[in-house]
C-alpha cells in the first residue's frame, strides 16, 4: 500500500517561503499522480496543486497560482511544494495525496491515500 508523509511546515513571516516535501514509500511514485491539499481550522480541505504521473501535467488553484511549484522526483520518490510569498492565510495544515484516478482534480472525495499532514504557520 502506498504511504505519504510530509514535511517541511513550520512558523514563517509573512512574505516568505517554504518548500514542503511529500515522501513515498510501499510503491513507486512512478505510476501516481499526486496532489497537495490544505485545511484551516474550521474550513474544508481545499485543492492547491496537482502534479499527473507520466507527462507531469501541473495545476494549481487560483488562490496559490503564482506563488506555488510543484514538482516531482520520482528516483527519489519525493513530490514538493514550493510557496513563496506567504500570507497568514496560508496558515493550515497541508497534506500530499494520490488519488484512484491518473486525472489531477481538486475534488479530496476522488483521493485514497492520504499523508499525515505538516502545520504550516504564517506568523510575524
Known amino acids: 500500500q502506498l504511504q505519504l508523509a510530509e514535511s517541511g511546515g513550520g512558523l514563517v513571516q509573512p512574505g516568505g517561503s517554504l518548500r514542503l516535501s511529500c515522501a513515498a514509500s510501499?510503491?513507486?511514485?512512478?505510476?501516481?499522480?499526486i496532489g497537495w491539499f490544505r485545511q484551516a481550522p474550521g474550513k474544508e480541505r481545499e485543492g492547491l496543486s496537482c502534479?499527473?504521473?507520466?507527462?507531469?501535467?501541473?495545476m494549481y488553484s487560483d488562490s496559490v497560482e503564482g506563488r506555488a511549484t510543484i514538482s516531482r522526483d520520482n528516483a527519489k520518490n519525493m513530490v514538493y511544494l514550493q510557496m513563496d510569498a506567504l500570507e497568514p492565510e496560508d496558515t493550515a495544515v497541508y497534506y500530499c495525496?494520490?488519488?484512484?484516478?491518473?486525472?489531477?482534480?481538486?475534488?479530496?472525495?476522488?483521493?485514497?491515500?492520504w499523508g499525515q499532514g505538516t502545520q504550516v504557520t504564517v506568523s510575524s
Open positions: 495525496a494520490a488519488p484512484y484516478q491518473t486525472e489531477c482534480t481538486f475534488g479530496a472525495e476522488h483521493y485514497k491515500y
Open positions: 510501499g510503491f513507486s511514485l512512478d505510476w501516481y499522480t
Open positions: 502534479i499527473t504521473a507520466n507527462s507531469g501535467i501541473t
